[in-house]
């Protein structure tokens, strides 16, 4: 298998950063050359020889005289064609002469992957969608039409081909790992599907370095199929955190810790890779280690805790939360003292997800010191005293003590705290009632926003449904400005609940609020949600407005309305009449977005049918 990428390249070439880069199988890269008459001489007096018109010039001066300009000096022989036969003559004249060099060692063969490859008609279309990635070949700017957009189908395909359990075709695995590499939402599907081989490559080729610090599941069964929620990010853009900059030990890959057999004793194997190994190989070993044996995995990142990098510390800290249990409590109550402030605070985030350690008390104490039944009231109310101050004790839980601009200090506070307590300590707190009843009760001061946002937040945090089913409300609410984020809370809820809440609020309110939400439901979108959604597009085309002005909606129904739907939409691509008092030529452009959406459909439903092996049950159309 041939490495892409590692191309010799000839000529001159212009840095990223400005600098000159020579390559190096350029004259003045080589130490030594041999002249006609088998004497050795160095570059720059090889250089000298060069040919008829430039004798004496050096591959130097040949090389400034090109990148000036003949228009800023005059060039060697007296014209741009003379300096170029020139550097041809010098060009051929070094190959010629160039001694031979030591063969390196050669690579290890890439290891196999058994799993099987695609049907041809669906590797076919997978090279179709490649080809269309942002910034490759196929790709172009300027208005979509009615085409759909091929970039965006690419990660519901390789999602598919996973599902299936196939692998990459050899061919394709330079593509891949491109795409990957230029799009951080397609690198999990994208190197999944690559497998080992695309590790293999990926040593061999510094742009795909990447892929060496991502941890993939073992290869060579098919995964369960579940509903997942779609990605709303356009193609080509970067997920919030996740950057192409190498981090320090970002070089090698993490080995495959699944077969490193039992690690009740942590064998030799193991520790030997834990103390040894590269940054990313230990971190993919301690959560391999963690899934096995999460005391086992503790006690290995304990024996080295106090003498790794606080970057590092981070993430292995991180990493516990996949197995995250209360055996885990006193080494995250040690590392409330750590000397860097973002260990302190995820420690702390990581205790509180577990109710019964200290931390959880401590927390619940401090809360209901703050937010207590109102004792002045005649009818049940909540008081809330914020705190007046934040001490050494809130700050090593984790506390923050200076608030973001525009917040003040004593409700900065109170969120933190209220966020961080088990939601289990309200019900005691207010006389046995449930979580709708407490969501439901008067706050005293003007204190409900910030009590009610802080309430959200530990819902998300502790992932409960009861809360989120409180604090969100019902559908056909307006929803409370400030008081939390109901696309999260919407995520909180089981699947089948999320879609029936998203379309009644949709069929409630519209879609001016609704991207957000749509894009927490499972994929694909089921019958009252899908229903809801054309619906609303259809009632927003008949009052004559633009349709870019759903463009993240049309864009979700593209990539979640089932492929079944196509038939059904056919009738909204035509080009309706005008509306008294519409956008002028509106109803042309909302036909090209059915048009546009309905050959997408049809496309998924292709793509999906090649997949599994069958015949594409969508007709000639269905290509593109």
């Not at 890269?29 to 570059?43: C, H, L, N, Y």
């Not at 985030?349 to 401090?366: I, K, Q, T």
């Not at 699947?495 to 029936?500: D, T, W």
């Amino acid at each position: 298998m041939r490495a892409q990428g590692l191309r010799p390249v000839h000529g001159v070439e212009r840095a990223r950063g400005g600098a000159v880069v020579t390559p190096v199988n350029s004259p003045s890269s080589a130490p030594e050359s041999a002249d006609s008459a088998g004497t050795v001489a160095t570059s720059d007096s090889a250089g000298t020889a060069a040919g008829a018109g430039t004798s004496g010039v050096t591959w130097g001066e040949l090389v400034t005289a090109a990148l000036l300009g003949s228009e800023r000096r005059t060039p060697p022989g007296g014209s741009p064609s003379a300096l170029l036969d020139a550097a041809a003559v010098e060009t051929v004249r070094h190959r010629a002469g160039l001694l031979p060099a030591t063969a390196g060692p050669r690579p290890d063969p890439a290891p196999e992957d058994p799993r099987p490859a695609p049907p041809a008609a669906a590797s076919r279309r997978l090279t179709l969608l490649l080809a269309d990635r942002p910034g490759g070949p196929g790709a172009g700017g300027g208005r979509r039409g009615t085409a759909p957009d091929l970039a965006e189908l690419l990660p519901q395909w390789l999602a598919a081909a996973n599902e299936h359990g196939y692998r990459a075709p050899e061919a394709q695995l330079p593509a891949l790992l491109d795409a990957a590499r230029a799009r951080s939402d397609l690198r999990a599907g994208a190197l999944e599907f690559a497998g080992p081989r695309a590790m293999w490559l990926a040593r061999l080729n510094p742009e795909w370095k990447f892929a060496l610090r991502h941890r993939t599941p073992p290869h060579g069964r098919p995964r369960q199929r579940q509903a997942t929620p779609p990605a709303a990010a356009p193609a080509g853009q970067q997920e919030p955190g996740t950057s192409d900059t190498e981090g320090p030990g970002d070089t090698e890959s993490p080995s495959d810790t699944e077969g490193l057999g039992d690690t009740e004793e942590l064998g030799g194997e193991v520790r030997r890779l834990w103390d040894e190994g590269l940054f990313a190989e230990r971190v993919a070993l301690l959560a391999s280690v963690r899934r096995r044996d999460p005391a086992a995995g503790l006690a290995l990142l304990a024996g080295t805790w106090t003498s790794e990098r606080a970057e590092d510390r981070l993430m292995f800290l991180d990493s516990l939360r996949e197995s995250l249990g209360d055996g885990d409590e006193e080494f995250l109550e040690q590392a409330l003292s750590d000397r860097s402030r973002t260990v302190r605070a995820t420690a702390a985030e990581l205790l509180g997800s577990l109710p019964r350690s200290a931390f959880a008390a401590r927390m619940a104490a401090r809360a209901r010191a703050y937010v207590a039944p109102d004792p002045l009231s005649t009818s049940p109310r909540i008081s809330v005293e914020a705190p007046h101050e934040c001490d050494a004790a809130m700050q090593r839980d984790g506390v923050v003590p200076k608030p973001p601009p525009g917040r003040g200090e004593r409700a900065w506070w109170l969120g933190q705290l209220v966020e961080a307590a088990p939601l289990s300590v309200w019900p005691g707190q207010f006389g046995g009632r449930g979580p709708r009843e407490i969501v439901a009760l008067p706050v005293a001061d003007e204190w409900q926003r910030d009590l009610h946002a802080a309430w959200c937040r530990a819902t998300v945090r502790q992932r409960d449904v009861e809360w989120s089913r409180a604090l969100i409300g019902p559908p056909t609410d307006p929803p409370e400005e400030g008081a939390g984020d109901a696309a999260r809370l919407l995520g909180v809820l089981p699947g089948p609940e999320r879609s029936e809440w998203a379309a009644r609020f949709i069929e409630a309110h519209g879609l001016s609020d609704a991207f957000r939400l749509l894009g927490m439901c499972a994929v694909p979108w089921g019958e009252p949600l899908g229903r809801a959604v054309v619906d609303a597009l259809e009632i927003a085309r008949d009052a004559g407005s633009y349709p870019w002005s759903f463009s993240g909606v049309l864009g979700l129904a593209e990539r979640c309305l089932p492929p079944t739907d196509a038939g059904r939409l056919e009738p909204l691509a035509a080009v309706p009449d005008e509306p008294e008092g519409g956008s002028p030529g509106a109803g042309a452009y909302w036909a090209e977005a059915f048009q546009r959406l309905v050959a997408t459909l049809r496309l998924r439903g292709a793509m999906l049918a090649e997949l599994r092996g069958e015949h594409d049950e969508f007709g000639e159309g269905s290509e593109e």
